[in-house]
């Protein structure tokens, strides 16, 4: 089985991904974005072929309630995977690529909003380590670009999941108490 490989985008890619995920005007926004240091538009491949994306939010949410409660705190956003490419691991290593290079930066903490229909992204991301935020549903806003560039706006309700990226040390063992060696009569 090929192993997933993912990388920060750069422009020779934007074409591929776009005709492979649809949203053109997506791609060529969060590249732009990227560009600005406002986040990271990671790709993942399967062997040479394109299979997903995902982008790494590193602006105030756009949400205020989620402003409100995880001020600071980025965003995975936009998580892709073409439809005849998934269950390879593309997903979990677009994620675990964005955990990765947040962790390097100092950022310890990262979240995510997933619509409360979408049960396969729920299921991946508790696998992946994430839970509930605990502040409830939120209404989120998303836009596509259809090809004659009309953006549609649609309301999605969505679940606001995060994840601590502190490395957990197991705690020492406790040492066992020294046997005695019998004493001689």
């Given at each position: 089985?090929?192993?997933p490989h993912?990388?920060?985008?750069?422009s020779?890619d934007?074409?591929s991904?776009?005709?492979?995920l649809g949203?053109?005007a997506f791609?060529v926004?969060?590249f732009?974005?990227?560009r600005?240091?406002n986040?990271?538009?990671?790709?993942?491949w399967?062997g040479?072929?394109?299979a997903g994306?995902?982008?790494l939010?590193l602006?105030?949410a756009?949400?205020e309630?989620?402003?409100?409660h995880?001020p600071?705190?980025p965003?995975?956003?936009?998580?892709?995977?073409?439809?005849?490419?998934?269950?390879?691991?593309?997903g979990?290593?677009l994620?675990?690529?964005?955990?990765?290079?947040?962790?390097?930066?100092g950022?310890?903490?990262v979240a995510?909003?997933?619509?409360?229909?979408n049960h396969d992204?729920a299921?991946?991301?508790?696998h992946?380590?994430?839970r509930d935020w605990g502040?409830?549903e939120?209404?989120?806003?998303a836009?596509t670009?259809?090809?004659?560039?009309t953006?549609?706006?649609e309301?999605?309700?969505?679940?606001?999941?995060?994840r601590?990226?502190?490395?957990i040390t197991?705690?020492?063992?406790?040492e066992?108490a020294?046997v005695a060696?019998?004493h001689?009569?």
């Amino acid at each position: 089985m090929t192993e997933p490989h993912v990388r920060p985008a750069d422009s020779a890619d934007l074409e591929s991904f776009a005709e492979l995920l649809g949203d053109h005007a997506f791609f060529v926004d969060r590249f732009e974005r990227q560009r600005n240091e406002n986040g990271v538009l990671f790709l993942g491949w399967l062997g040479p072929r394109p299979a997903g994306a995902v982008y790494l939010w590193l602006e105030d949410a756009e949400e205020e309630v989620i402003r409100e409660h995880l001020p600071g705190i980025p965003l995975i956003t936009h998580l892709e995977v073409h439809r005849d490419l998934r269950r390879n691991g593309v997903g979990t290593a677009l994620v675990r690529e964005a955990e990765r290079r947040l962790f390097e930066k100092g950022s310890y903490r990262v979240a995510l909003a997933v619509r409360t229909d979408n049960h396969d992204a729920a299921r991946l991301y508790k696998h992946l380590g994430y839970r509930d935020w605990g502040h409830g549903e939120v209404i989120c806003l998303a836009r596509t670009t259809s090809p004659d560039g009309t953006v549609l706006v649609e309301e999605e309700v969505c679940y606001v999941l995060v994840r601590d990226l502190t490395p957990i040390t197991p705690e020492p063992r406790a040492e066992a108490a020294p046997v005695a060696a019998p004493h001689p009569c």
